[in-house]
């Protein structure tokens, strides 16, 4: 029902140029998009849409959004008219064909920016951005500040954000960005509860019937209408609980009378029914907290089923599926889309974490984890799972059975070779010799392995073993298992996020560096390091995929604690196919650490001119990175003709 309000209201139609939508209550993204489509299917304007989910965090990126708006886009682009624009074919091939170059959020406003111009009326519809974190907030405001409240409201692309009106780090949205359109929705709520509560009864009551008092369930639905303030979490909970909890009349009575008022106090109602004992609902909240990627149902069974001491996989201590879900007391939920398990509602981690900050006397849910341990503690189960003998190379057992095969008897290779009888003599034919003999051959071991489908824990494990732990540490119970996944080749299950340029060891570590570079890996860094005889061949090439060197990819991202270690082996003057040093990417991107890292080196040449004549200098102050210019002046970075003007203009030095 809302969100038919919202297409049907005329100010949301016209969507002027800017519309955010204050979102008291959980929307469906589907029935959105679906909307929207619908809606403005007549209009031919194409739609692009991005859902914010807590659920995927390497996805609440403000480069990961702007990535999904430009494939959007071109997809768009591609079926209507079967090319793209001539302006940026060549960035597409570069940030998004099959030898990529990882873009940063510069590269991808300028190509978004110049797709826009291509597609002008495009609808653009975030939901969620509440969900991102502060940083990626600000970065994603902006960038929505800079392209679009720019243009004629008229005309021109139209932009809908479904979120609250604050996001992390206390900014409202309608402040951040001024003169920004505004609906609540709020007052429009009570018909869809309503609705809501009145179906969710009716659907319940067909599995198990909580009572046949016609009259208490009136009660029941005009009780958890008054009293929801509007909102669809608090009301699905207090049905899950009285469908739980209650078995007489008496009891659905009784906890009408004492409802929990807030959020928090539901979910300390849920938490006190949860038993801590036996460990099952601890683990289960750690996967749906820490994974990076909800998990199906058939993987989390596998997740929760064995110990960090365990050495072989065993099928019979998997839950079953709904102890995985009953055990946490409606905290989570088994999605019926997709079949992967979530919170009730992405509050319930913030709970948690809230919890976690108790005194420990005070702490209703003990053993739960920061982020960062708790991300640790994934990736350490993951390396416990993939070192299980089970995913070792199997070999046959030698076999006893032998072939045969015929060849040519010597006598009669003799017979073919031209020239004397010496041959002849040589090898004399007897008088049961034939023209062949029989030879035999052991047959060889052949190597198996089980099948893949068996381990339904397994796809999620090789994909995120290695960024799991990025903070593991030589002291973890998972370190030495650590070592030999991430140092050894297992080519039967391919266990590697990295890719190597080759089958030599200098390849295979070629590919592990470049990778602990980008990913900022320090504990698999250490591990390479440990080879240096190796890493000084590879260490200066550019890496596998990226075209550009290890320590121009740290300056690029920023990466001052990596560059820090790579300075003791990788030449810092040392340039790209483009030219540059590492210094020209510091300078360009605006890494004022960086730079001043680089330029207290020995022996650093900070005024190098890259394949388009660019210096350091007039890439810092070409794009107004005021401090990084005056770190290269003081350095005595040489001011030439073409910097003067931007240097003289933007900051009065000469």
């Known amino acids: 029902m809302c969100i038919s309000w919202i297409w049907q209201n005329n100010d949301s139609v016209r969507l002027a140029n800017h519309l955010l939508l204050y979102n008291s209550l959980t929307t469906n993204r589907t029935a959105v998009i679906d909307a929207a489509q619908t809606q403005l299917s007549e209009d031919k304007f194409p739609v692009v849409f991005f859902y914010c989910d807590y659920g995927y965090s390497g996805e609440l990126d403000a480069s990961y959004i702007v990535s999904s708006f430009i494939k959007q886009i071109c997809e768009f682009l591609y079926q209507q008219f079967g090319y793209y624009p001539e302006n940026v074919a060549s960035d597409l091939r570069k940030f998004f064909g099959p030898k990529r170059i990882q873009p940063d959020f510069d590269d991808l406003q300028v190509v978004f920016s110049r797709l826009c111009r291509s597609v002008p009326d495009t609808i653009y519809i975030i939901d969620g951005v509440d969900a991102l974190q502060e940083a990626h907030a600000i970065r994603f405001l902006k960038f929505i500040q800079r392209l679009f409240c720019s243009s004629d409201a008229s005309q021109g692309p139209r932009i809908l954000l479904l979120s609250r009106d604050q996001v992390p780090g206390y900014i409202n949205i309608g402040t951040f960005i001024h003169g920004i359109y505004q609906i609540s929705i709020s007052t429009n709520a009570e018909q869809d509860i309503k609705h809501y509560i009145e179906t969710s009864i009716d659907e319940k009551m067909k599995y198990r019937t909580l009572t046949n008092d016609v009259s208490l369930l009136n009660e029941i639905k005009n009780t958890l209408l008054t009293e929801s303030s509007q909102m669809f979490l608090w009301a699905y909970l207090q049905l899950e609980i009285l ?23 539901i979910y300390e109602h849920c938490v006190g029914r949860i038993n801590f004992q036996d460990g099952w609902a601890l683990k289960v909240l750690k996967w749906v907290s820490f994974a990076k990627r909800p998990l199906h149902i058939e993987e989390l069974r596998e997740a929760v089923a064995f110990q960090s001491t365990d050495t072989k996989w065993n099928a019979n201590k998997k839950p079953q599926r709904d102890f995985i879900i009953g055990c946490c007391a409606n905290l989570v939920v088994l999605d019926p889309v997709d079949n992967c398990v979530r919170f009730a509602h992405s509050s319930v981690k913030q709970y948690l974490e809230e919890d976690r900050k108790r005194v420990r006397e005070e702490m209703l849910v003990s053993g739960y984890p920061a982020e960062g341990n708790g991300d640790l503690e994934c990736g350490e189960y993951c390396v416990t799972y993939l070192s299980f003998s089970d995913f070792s190379l199997q070999l046959t057992s030698p076999s006893t059975q032998n072939i045969a095969t015929s060849i040519p008897s010597p006598y009669s290779i003799a017979l073919s070779v031209p020239g004397t009888g010496f041959f002849k003599a ?160 510091a300078a360009s991107n605006g890494h004022t650490d960086v730079a001043r890292l680089f330029l207290h080196q020995k022996g650093i040449k900070f005024d190098v001119h890259s394949t388009t004549h660019c210096t350091p200098l007039w890439l810092a102050a070409s794009h107004g990175y005021h401090d990084i210019v005056s770190l290269l002046i003081h350095k005595g970075a040489r001011i030439e003709i073409q910097d003067e003007i931007v240097v003289v203009r933007l900051y009065g030095v000469r």
């Open 243 to 265: 469908w739980d909890t209650c078995r007489t009349d008496a009891d659905i009575r009784c906890a009408l009378t004492k409802l929990p008022r807030t959020i928090e106090q």
């Open 426 to 585: 040589l090898f004399r034919k007897s008088q049961n010799q034939t023209n062949t003999i029989s030879l035999p051959l052991r047959t060889i071991p052949i190597p198996t392995a089980p099948s893949r489908a068996q381990y339904k824990f397994l796809d999620y494990a090789i994909a995120n073993w290695a960024v799991h732990t990025r903070h593991i540490y030589c002291e973890s119970l998972a370190w030495e298992n650590f070592v030999q996944l991430a140092m050894h080749v297992n080519e039967t299950w391919n266990f590697h996020p990295w890719v190597s340029g080759g089958r030599s060891k200098d390849s295979y570590l070629h590919g592990l560096f470049g990778w602990a570079v980008k990913e900022r890996h320090k504990p698999l860094l250490s591990l390479v390091l440990g080879m240096k005889s190796s890493l000084h061949l590879v260490c200066n090439l550019p890496m596998v995929g990226e075209g550009l060197p290890a320590i121009h990819i740290a300056s690029k991202l920023g990466y001052e604690d990596i560059i820090q270690i790579l300075l003791e082996f990788c030449d810092v003057n040392n340039v790209d196919q483009d030219g540059c040093t590492p210094l020209h990417h």
